[in-house]
């Protein structure tokens, strides 16, 4: 019997014990938002504690959704960063913030201003890692949302048996400026690029909102809660191009 088969089994005969189980992989996603600034450390115990309650009250749901597609972990941990982001988002509801701006990025000093990139940066990667298995295509998803050129290892990360034809499609448009293409463009030739790849029927529409959701969500992850900076989508392009950048850090 795999770990798969042994959790599968505990889902439906003993959720209790695999909830037990599987508390490490709680607690480290907990941190790994904590770290991203998206809770406070000192929320630390009250969040595992919400996620622990929500995961009880969808034990039934669970047992009756899990499909085996992937692994039990895999699914288990995509629904505490659900129930993460849920959390995060009803407290910005809930919390008055004091604002603060993102001064760091103009300040005429060179090395304070690369040293305020570089820590933004730092906590954009944090947050990134989040996504797990998505990550790859949010990034290639954010380039085109940017307008930032896309290269050979972009695709290859987000498939990497993607064929050398569409792999050829997607460098002609996107490969150089492409700054004077709509959303609308962009989307109408990259929709089919990823359905064929991912073996999926998204319309257009669904893949520009699926990255419009991903964009304001990694804004409100990097703000924080409580919110600590003002970033914005002009600041997030900052970012990602930074992130690109082969001078500022290592991936």
Wanted: glycine share 4%; net charge neutral; hydrophobic share 40%.
């Amino acid at each position: 019997m795999t770990d798969n088969d042994r959790d599968v089994e505990l889902l439906m005969s003993d959720p209790n014990a695999l909830l037990l189980k599987y508390q490490e992989t709680v607690r480290i996603i907990v941190k790994k938002y904590i770290e991203g600034g998206m809770f406070r450390a000192a929320e630390f115990d009250d969040i595992v504690q919400e996620i622990n309650v929500s995961l009880l009250a969808k034990i039934s749901a669970m047992q009756r959704q899990y499909n085996g597609k992937s692994l039990f972990k895999t699914y288990f941990s995509v629904i505490v960063r659900n129930i993460c982001l849920k959390a995060h988002r009803r407290g910005d509801k809930d919390i008055d913030f004091i604002q603060e701006d993102l001064s760091g990025y103009f300040v005429e000093n060179a090395h304070e201003r690369r040293s305020a990139i570089e820590h933004e940066v730092r906590r954009f990667r944090t947050v990134l890692s989040l996504y797990d298995t998505q990550r790859p295509k949010l990034l290639l998803c954010l380039k085109l949302y940017f307008r930032i050129p896309v290269n050979p290892e972009d695709i290859r990360l987000w498939y990497p048996e993607c064929s050398g034809e569409d792999q050829a499609l997607f460098l002609r448009h996107f490969g150089l400026n492409y700054d004077q293409l709509s959303d609308i463009d962009i989307y109408k030739i990259v929709t089919p690029i990823m359905n064929r790849n991912e073996k999926r029927s998204n319309s257009v529409d669904a893949i520009r909102k699926w990255t419009d959701s991903k964009v304001r969500e990694i804004i409100d992850l990097l703000n924080g809660r409580p919110k600590r900076t003002n970033h914005s989508a002009e600041t997030l392009k900052i970012l990602v191009d930074d992130f690109f950048s082969p001078f500022l850090l290592e991936k």
